[in-house]
């Protein structure tokens, strides 16, 4: 018999394989074991597509006399997907057990409720070592659970002296074909792109995935204090598909406001403020279920969102172009850290090449 180390061993390389690409979903891992070997495995490798247990009975077939192994209970509601217990109670495997229970509010404990309300024989993981692992593994996601605000991916391209456009503004192209292929694919996989009116005004962009499988429609989201996009603006097309929200202030026309919902904007007003709060922009989104959030704005969105601790995740494109200038833009001009021993490290970082660009990727570590 497969024992319950080895199949969870296996369990967890998998769910390792998701790290990078499924956040803010945690990274999970199923085995399955008939007798003296493992025959099938699966785990979830990307936000919002199919998670560990699909992806593993989809090529399985029968169950029948089979042990499943999964190193996170299996979600009992309806978000991006659909219930995982429900795909497995259709399966009908003879065991199921599980290294810890799902910390998200929507599953604790009620996956396995499930599965033992249709009869199956269910157990939680009595290996505390492996059970840490899994935690370890998911440290981000169980943190964020405790959080209020969407999960925040910074995407910039810079020259190699880190540039992120020259004094004057200009940035197309900084970054190679590739690299930006590779943006749009990201695109594709979050629930919204976020910029600020400075970027919106100066680069006049869709924010669309373009050229790519389209797992979902980002919603567009411009923070513009001032009410300064013009309704000839590129991210007004293509309403229909692709969402827009503008999140203004009081300071803006209320003219302007009627204007751009007549034209299909969805437009939220913050009272008593000066400037768009970005925190607050964050929470709401997350009410929405707008949960991944990929940020490409400029420098001055860049810089704040740092110096605010709201940014999770790294999306940094390197590539060898020199810009130079005292004036350039740089991703985080604001207050920065004092000291190197303060500066801001990356966990989990990972090296990737597109065309001549380095793409760097990790979490945030405040």
Not at 80 to 88: Q, S, W, Y
Not at 328 to 346: I, S
Request: proline residues 5%; hydrophobic residues 40%; neutral net charge.
């Amino acid at each position: 018999m497969v024992s319950e180390r080895a199949a969870f061993e296996r369990a967890l390389a998998e769910a390792a394989r998701g790290r990078g690409e499924v956040e803010p979903n945690p990274c999970v891992g199923a085995a399955l074991a008939r007798g003296d070997q493992i025959v099938g495995v699966g785990f979830h490798a990307a936000y919002g597509e199919a998670h560990a247990e699909a992806a593993l009975l989809d090529a399985a077939g029968s169950l029948k006399g089979c042990v499943l192994y999964v190193t996170l209970e299996p979600c009992s509601h309806h978000g991006k997907t659909p219930p995982c217990a429900d795909a497995v109670i259709a399966a009908r495997p003879d065991r199921v057990v599980v290294l810890n229970e799902d910390p998200n509010p929507k599953v604790a404990g009620r996956g396995l409720a499930r599965l033992r309300e249709a009869g199956l024989e269910t157990s939680l993981s009595t290996d505390e070592e492996l059970r840490q692992r899994e935690r370890d593994l998911n440290r981000r996601y169980h943190a964020h659970r405790a959080r209020e605000r969407a999960w925040v991916v910074a995407k910039w391209a810079m020259t190699l002296d880190g540039k992120i456009a020259s004094r004057g503004g200009d940035s197309k192209w900084i970054s190679s074909k590739a690299s930006r292929q590779e943006v749009h694919r990201l695109r594709a996989h979050v629930d919204a792109v976020l910029i600020g009116a400075g970027t919106a005004l100066q680069d006049d962009p869709r924010l669309t995935p373009r050229d790519v499988p389209i797992v979902r429609s980002p919603t567009r989201v411009v923070l513009d204090s001032h009410g300064r996009l013009p309704e000839s603006a590129k991210l007004l097309q293509d309403i229909e598909r692709f969402p827009l929200r503008i999140f203004t202030t009081e300071r803006s026309c209320e003219d302007w406001r009627k204007r751009l919902e007549a034209r299909g904007a969805l437009l939220t007003v913050q009272p008593g403020v000066d400037r768009v709060d970005l925190e607050a922009v964050l929470v709401e989104l997350r009410n929405q279920k707008l949960e991944r959030v990929l940020l490409e704005g400029g420098s001055e969105l860049l810089g704040s969102a740092f110096d605010a601790q709201l940014i999770d995740m790294v999306d940094a494109y390197v590539c060898p172009r020199l810009l130079g200038g005292q004036d350039a833009k740089t991703p985080w001009p604001g207050q920065g850290r004092e000291t190197m021993a303060e500066a801001l490290t990356l966990d989990d970082a990972q090296w990737r090449s597109f065309e001549s660009d380095q793409r760097l990727r990790g979490f945030v570590k405040y």
